[in-house]
């Protein structure tokens, strides 16, 4: 399967919408008016495109009628494509031979951050890194066993303390084994209890002046997780993650959950951060370098 067959298929919900309603639309005249027009706007938040991106996108494309005289299906897809692509930057991840990269994991629980730190972990031992992995989500007991879990079947160290430890802690040993047994990449899970903001600001924030002093050579990404299903929320969250730490790029899972893939465009315009990953399934192969060019051309139907 080609890297535009697995976008394709994961985003197949969205994708079936947004035809769907666009050929509905187009039908008869095979042209766009204004009424067309509002209904597109409508539809793509409806998809989680979110407010402003969607508004933006029909403005442009008013825009581009006005300038051009071309209202035609082919031409509306295009400039929406152009649009919203604008909105979008990408990220692509790193991790060198020979020095320590560390992959900083935050997110709401439940948004899959943890599974995605494993399918890290398996990528880049596939490249033959030498990876670990800290259990720093001392919280929850399960999230501590699910990363050795994970850390059994990619045969990947999980350094990790008992549940309650403080979460600092783990990471300060994690680095200290990083540092000793020469590993490139250190991948740290940690707890995303968003109701318990200021705790979870203060947690983060100890985290990042540990690495920060431990390891200050190190090149460091915090990779905000976001569960594609929870549909606008997903911009609070972001928000209150990249305040609690400096987000470096956004991990979009489970855009294959429903037809609200969309929303990857609405915090990427939200926030102004880049797209690093697109959770497109549950395999392995499945987690997959953000494309902006490939996403779009999966997400809407051809001109």
Known sequence: MTLFETFKKGLVKTRDFITAGIYKMAAGL???????????????????????????????IREHIRLTGDASRA????????????????????????MLTIY??????????????????????????????AAADTFRAAAIEQLKVWGERTQTAVIAHQTGADPAAVVFDAI???????TELLIIDTAGRLHTKKNLMDELGKIRRVIDREAPEALL???????A?????????????HEATQV???????LDGSAKGGVAIAVAR???????LAGLGEGADDLQDFDCMLFLEALLPPA
């Open 104 to 133: 900083l994991m935050v997110g709401v629980n439940g948004t899959g951050k943890t599974t995605t730190a494993a399918k890290l972990a398996q990528r880049a031992k596939s490249r033959g890194l030498l990876v670990m992995m």
């Open 270 to 276: 939200e926030t102004g951060l880049p797209l690093c």
């Open 176 to 182: 200290q084994a990083a540092h000793a047994r020469k």
């Open 75 to 98: 031409s509306v897809l295009t400039s929406l494509n152009r649009s919203l692509s604008a909105m979008i930057t990408e990220k692509r991840l790193t991790a060198n031979e020979g």
């Open 30 to 60: 095979g042209v766009f008016d204004d009424d067309m027009l509002d209904e597109l706007e409508m539809m793509l938040i409806q998809a989680d495109c979110g407010l402003m991106a969607s508004k933006e996108a029909i403005e442009a």
């Open 221 to 227: 990404e915090t990779i905000l997780v976001i569960d």
């Open 248 to 254: 470096s790029a956004l991990a979009i899972t489970k």
């Open 229 to 241: 299903t929870t549909g606008q929320n997903a911009i609070i969250q972001a928000r209150a993650f």
